[in-house]
């Protein structure tokens, strides 16, 4: 079973930063897509990157949201800035294995606030 799991979130100011991690437990993942989900709303796709270090995302998160993957280290980075209220929620890591095994984090906790 890989042990997949979330970490870094906490409380922001509208306009600020942060930095999420997703570390795994075995090297056969080879692509790792975050999800988060609002209070009351459904989960919703924010972005994924491979081994190969391209990246993809939805367009709500264009120009703000960067995710990176540091294979060696089995880690992926969400790095979110200019942040505002629409974005709290859980965010959620999905790391995949060939042939689209799935494996979730329990996700970390965004709160943007004043």
């Known amino acids: 079973q890989v042990h997949v799991e979330e970490s870094g979130g906490g409380l922001v100011q509208p306009g600020g930063s942060l930095r999420l991690s997703c570390k795994w437990s075995d090297d056969s993942i080879w692509l790792v897509e975050w999800f988060r989900q609002a209070p009351g709303e459904q989960r919703e796709r924010v972005g994924d990157v491979g081994r190969s270090g391209v990246s993809s995302y939805e367009d709500f998160a264009k120009g703000r949201f960067t995710i990176s993957m540091e294979v060696a280290k089995r880690t992926v980075f969400l790095e979110m800035r200019n942040l505002t209220p629409e974005d709290t929620g859980v965010y959620y890591c999905?790391?995949?294995?060939?042939?689209?095994?799935?494996?979730w984090g329990s996700g970390t906790q965004v709160t943007v606030s004043s």
């Open positions: 999905k790391a995949i294995q060939p042939g689209g095994v799935p494996h």
